[in-house]
Nanobody, 122 residues
Framework: QVQLVESGGGLVQPGGSLRLSCAASGSVFIIYKMGWYRQAPGKQRALVAT???????NYADSAKGRFTISRDNAKNTAYLQMNSLKPEDTAVYYC????????????????WGQGTQVTVSS
């Protein structure tokens, strides 16, 4: 199967920056859309940004102008550069990927990572 592993979370002061990474491993044939979502305490999981295989992007209003999503198709990896972080950005950030499996399967599944904590606080 496929595993998504996020990294790059941590504690940062307001106004600071973090770069999250999401690496897919396992039986990957091709990955279509990849995305980042976040879930704050007591709230539902919400979209942050998505990127297609062709690098078309979509952002939540809260992320526009501050966050940048990118990907490296050769490495099956997506990134989220977060600048000008605010306390309200504090959440667990999850990676999502639309994956076609390799190994002759060619079945298509939606995968989630385990999440990485981002805390913005002084």
């Amino acid at each position: 199967q496929v595993q998504l592993v996020e990294s790059g979370g941590g504690l940062v002061q307001p106004g600071g920056s973090l770069r999250l990474s999401c690496a897919a491993s396992g039986s990957v044939f091709i990955i279509y859309k990849m995305g980042w979502y976040r879930q704050a305490p007591g709230k539902q999981r919400a979209l942050v940004a998505t990127i297609t295989r062709g690098s078309s992007t979509n952002y939540a209003d809260s992320a526009k102008g501050r966050f940048t999503i990118s990907r490296d198709n050769a490495k099956n990896t997506a990134y989220l550069q977060m600048n000008s972080l605010k306390p309200e950005d504090t959440a667990v950030y999850y990676c999502n990927a639309d994956v076609v499996l390799g190994g002759g399967s060619y079945q298509r599944y939606d995968y989630w990572g385990q999440g990485t904590q981002v805390t913005v606080s002084s």
